[in-house]
């Protein structure tokens, strides 16, 4: 069991540019799910898959946010356009749904910084 | 809608002081309720957790009842660490057997020798 892990940790990019983060879920985990944090808060449900669909998407993930995980393993979440709000954690957490009571595992998420 | 209120940070106790972290909530139905912990430099982790009225969570030493008349889920520990020092989340899940979860602003603790 390696955990979740989250590539890159860091991340600064300017305003308007897209950026692409990976998660690599717990190789027998097929739930996959994103958070966002910001700075002294707690997370904020974004969206998440079984195994390849994904099945419920929060109204903050706007048109600009997109993810995929397609064949059900890793996933990519892209942001387009980024802007200064978009500046968070974005965190990945993936758990097995047959397991009698679900546990999520979270990576250690990826920081990103718009200026 | 549903949503998780925790006491704000941070507390800052000595060694072996009791620790009590506050934590209520609003949700309609019967949620389960979470408490989750984050070290400085990891990802969270579940700390302890209860899926019905009256159930004790506990892991750790830390402890925390599930009150639905005063819809509370205050974490406990008798006596604190310094390895303690963290950032601890309330969090719940709505009926529904999902990771999607609504969490608390989260509590900053600093455990002082």
């Known amino acids: 069991d390696t955990g979740v892990s989250q590539d890159p940790r860091h991340k600064i990019t300017k305003r308007g540019q897209n950026v692409t983060f990976r998660c690599d879920p717990i190789?027998?985990?097929?739930?996959l799910y994103w958070y966002r944090q910001t700075l002294g808060q707690g997370p904020e449900f974004l969206t998440y898959?079984?195994?390849?669909?994904?099945?419920?998407k929060s109204r903050l993930l706007s048109d600009r946010f997109s993810a995929e995980r397609p064949k059900g393993s890793f996933s990519t979440l892209e942001i387009q356009r980024t802007e200064q709000g978009d500046s968070a954690m974005y965190l990945c957490?993936?758990?097995?749904?047959?397991?009698?009571?679900?546990?999520?595992?979270f990576g250690s998420g990826t920081q990103l910084s718009v200026l | 809608g549903n949503s998780v209120t925790q006491m704000e940070g941070p507390v800052t106790l000595s060694e072996e002081a009791f620790l009590t972290i506050n934590c209520t909530y609003t949700?309609?139905?019967?949620?389960?309720l979470f408490w989750y912990v984050q070290y400085p430099g990891e990802g969270l982790q579940l700390l302890l957790k209860?899926?019905?009225?009256?159930d004790k969570g506990s892991n750790k030493g830390f402890e925390a009842t599930y009150r639905k008349e005063t819809t509370s889920f205050h974490l406990e520990k008798g006596s604190v660490q310094v390895s303690d020092s963290a950032v601890y989340f309330c969090?719940?899940?709505?009926?529904?057997?999902?990771?999607?979860?609504?969490f608390g602003q989260g509590t900053t603790l600093q455990v002082k020798p």
């Open positions: 957490a993936s758990s097995y749904d047959r397991a009698t009571n679900e546990k999520l595992f």
């Open positions: 190789s027998e985990h097929n739930r």
């Open positions: 898959f079984q195994n390849e669909a994904q099945l419920e």
């Open positions: 949700a309609t139905g019967y949620p389960s």
């Open positions: 209860a899926t019905k009225a009256d």
């Open positions: 969090a719940l899940r709505h009926s529904g057997n999902t990771g999607k979860l609504i």
